[in-house]
């Protein structure tokens, strides 16, 4: 049999690398002022500043202050700028392996843990951006619809593996979902009233097992 020749993908050039560096700064540099300035306060000219790049270079990599957010928020949520897709996720492989739900909603808590924890700040800016600007606003909804459709998603590796708490429709409990795993909780939990992430973790993973899947019948209910 002959052997199989591995193809690997060819190394960057110094000019693309060059490249990627300054896409880089300009991403950082955006970040950073729209945290600082606010969404609304910050012009394209001051993060070519902060960037040290021409103006003409950052209208032609991400064509305005939109472009910027949502290539700030994309690799946020995905963890990566590779390009891969949310559902393509080695976590999700995980989980979609695993056939106790119990231990899927253990697991499913520590993925929303890590996605929100690490979109935190992009989603901080999307809110103010989404309160000035009705082109922020819209991605805004599209992120929003983007996250209840992985919700469902989320719902369907519980459903492989039995069924949800009785009287609990796969809708009910996506809409259940997404209020306990949303930006906005985790915000206010840890940003207002302190909790760790970690903290969030463990509430998260109860109130998935409590609030969707049947009792377990270990518990056993005074009668």
Same mark, same amino acid.
């Given at each position: 049999?002959?052997?199989?020749?591995?193809?690997?993908?060819?190394? #960057?050039?110094?000019? +693309?690398? @060059?490249?990627?560096? $300054?896409?880089?700064?300009?991403?950082?540099? *955006?970040? %950073? /002022?729209?945290?600082?300035?606010?969404?609304?306060?910050?012009?394209?000219?001051?993060?070519?500043?902060?960037?040290?790049?021409?103006?003409?270079?950052?209208?032609?990599?991400?064509?305005?202050?939109?472009?910027?957010?949502?290539?700030?928020?994309?690799?946020?949520?995905?963890?990566?700028?590779?390009?891969?897709?949310?559902?393509?996720?080695?976590?999700?492989?995980?989980?979609?392996?695993?056939?106790?739900?119990?231990?899927?909603?253990?697991?499913?808590?520590?993925?929303?843990?890590?996605?929100?924890? #690490?979109?935190?700040? +992009?989603? @901080?800016?999307?809110? $103010?951006?989404?309160?000035?600007?009705?082109? *922020?606003? %819209? /991605?805004?909804?599209?992120?929003?619809?983007?996250?209840?459709?992985?919700?469902?998603?989320?719902?369907?590796?519980?459903?492989?593996?039995?069924?949800?708490?009785?009287?609990?429709?796969?809708?009910?409990?996506?809409?259940?979902?997404?209020?306990?795993?949303?930006?906005?909780?985790?915000?206010?939990?840890?940003?207002?009233?302190?909790?760790?992430?970690?903290?969030?973790?463990?509430?998260?993973?109860?109130?998935?097992?409590?609030?969707?899947?049947?009792?377990?019948?270990?518990?056993?209910?005074?009668?």
């Amino acid at each position: 049999m002959p052997e199989t020749v591995k193809r690997s993908r060819p190394p #960057r050039t110094r000019r +693309a690398e @060059r490249a990627e560096q $300054t896409r880089r700064r300009i991403i950082d540099a *955006a970040t %950073a /002022l729209f945290t600082e300035v606010g969404y609304a306060g910050t012009t394209i000219e001051a993060i070519a500043g902060r960037a040290d790049v021409a103006v003409e270079t950052v209208y032609s990599r991400f064509r305005n202050k939109l472009g910027l957010l949502d290539a700030i928020l994309g690799p946020a949520i995905r963890g990566s700028d590779d390009g891969r897709a949310f559902s393509a996720q080695p976590e999700l492989a995980e989980i979609r392996a695993c056939t106790d739900q119990r231990q899927q909603a253990t697991l499913l808590a520590h993925f929303s843990r890590t996605v929100l924890q #690490r979109s935190a700040q +992009a989603h @901080r800016i999307l809110r $103010t951006a989404a309160a000035s600007d009705p082109k *922020a606003a %819209a /991605l805004e909804q599209s992120d929003q619809e983007s996250r209840r459709r992985g919700q469902e998603l989320y719902i369907d590796l519980l459903l492989a593996n039995g069924p949800l708490r009785d009287g609990l429709t796969k809708a009910d409990a996506a809409d259940t979902y997404a209020a306990l795993a949303s930006p906005e909780t985790y915000a206010f939990l840890t940003e207002q009233r302190g909790w760790t992430p970690d903290r969030f973790e463990a509430w998260l993973a109860d109130g998935l097992t409590l609030l969707l899947l049947p009792l377990d019948p270990s518990i056993r209910t005074p009668s």
